[in-house]
């Protein structure tokens, strides 16, 4: 038994339930975790409300960290007592869970469990936007949306040390602060200001090369008035609901422009790639290159309290529960 929440029936904050739910032996492939700390996401929120649909009753959450306390019988990578950190699958507002091997890899000791629970998803989420989606290089420009958000406070510092020029967006004063010391540049109040033609002042009228836009419908399409010719559009999720569907031939009035719309999963899917993933980012976590900022803990018994927050633009940088 653990205690964790559960979702009976999508919806509002309370369609979470904190309640004892079993947790059986470690299948043959699994490892089971006692967890130290479980990130917040906002696809966490998508999953609650039923807009990523699963099935029912079922344990939210897709990011945590924590310790190793027993292992399936063909379990090859990992034993007792290792520190492990993961992003997905679902389950993670729990206090104890199983999970595929394949899923996990190994905590530094120099990565503390917080830390770790805070960055898999959002950091390997940074990692494959700027270094697979649209490898960003030297003297790039680029805007981030959302730019004090959890994986937006990745982007800008990973971004600005891969040399880019980083324009960011937010929706306070005191985001933009926060924006401005992860690295962005140039910030855009963009709940008052014409973002479009802010970039467009901004750079002269040369625009992005990129854009990363984790908002949607609100962003959408004066995001795609930000790029260069041949630029590239990532809408990589929907904060403020999904784009409607539009015409392609907008791409083309906009300057033969690509888009894509990605998910870490499919870049994950392969081992391999996690783990060269991971350790990328627990590199530039290490070496000080990004710092990953926890700006609230809760009680995992109190995760309404989390999503109310985030869902209500109030948080920035990474949230984490307790177990
Ligand atoms: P954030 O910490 O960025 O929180 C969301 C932010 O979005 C808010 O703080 C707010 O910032 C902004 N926002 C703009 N409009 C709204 C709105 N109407 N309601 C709520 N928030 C709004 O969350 P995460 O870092 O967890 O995730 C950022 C985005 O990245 C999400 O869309 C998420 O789904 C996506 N994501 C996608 C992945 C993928 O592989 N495709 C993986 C991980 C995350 P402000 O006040 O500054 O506007």
Not at 77 to 92: I, N, S
Not at 122 to 141: F, I, S
Not at 199 to 219: N, Q
């Amino acid at each position: 038994m653990t205690k964790a929440i559960r979702v009976h029936t999508p919806g509002g904050v309370d369609a979470m339930i904190y309640e004892d739910v079993d947790v059986p032996p470690p299948g043959e492939h699994e490892i089971q975790i006692a967890q130290r700390a479980i990130g917040v996401n906002y696809i966490d929120v998508y999953f609650r409300t039923g807009s990523y649909p699963a099935p029912t009753p079922f344990v939210l959450g897709n990011e945590g960290a924590g310790e190793v306390v027993a292992v399936g019988k063909k379990v090859k990578e990992f034993k007792e007592g290792d520190r492990v950190a993961y992003a997905g699958p679902l389950g993670a507002y729990a206090e104890l869970r199983n999970m595929p091997e394949a899923a996990c890899v190994k905590l530094p000791k120099a990565i503390g469990f917080d830390t770790g629970a805070a960055m898999m998803l959002k950091g390997l989420t940074a990692q494959y936007l700027l270094r697979r989606t649209y490898r960003v290089a030297k003297g790039d420009t680029i805007l981030v949306h959302a730019a004090a958000g959890g994986v937006g406070t990745i982007l800008c510092q990973w971004g600005k040390a891969l040399g880019a020029h980083v324009i960011g967006t937010v929706g306070s004063e005191d985001k933009a602060k926060l924006a401005k010391k992860a690295g962005a540049k140039h910030v855009i109040l963009y709940r008052t200001e014409n973002f479009a033609e802010r970039v467009k002042e901004i750079t002269d009228g040369k625009l992005c090369d990129v854009v990363y836009d984790g908002v949607g419908k609100a962003t959408f399409p004066a995001s795609l008035d930000c790029i260069k010719p041949l630029g590239m559009f990532v809408s990589f999720g929907s904060a403020s609901g999904p784009i409607d569907n539009f015409n392609l031939g907008m791409l083309s009035q906009k300057g033969s422009l690509f888009v894509t719309r990605p998910t870490l999963f499919t870049y994950t899917a392969k081992r391999k790639d996690l783990v060269k993933m991971a350790d990328e980012l627990m590199e530039v976590v290490r070496d000080g290159t990004v710092k990953i900022p926890i700006s609230a803990r809760y009680k995992l018994s109190d995760a309404a309290s989390a999503h109310r927050a985030l869902e209500g633009r109030a948080t920035t940088g990474s949230i984490i529960l307790e177990p």
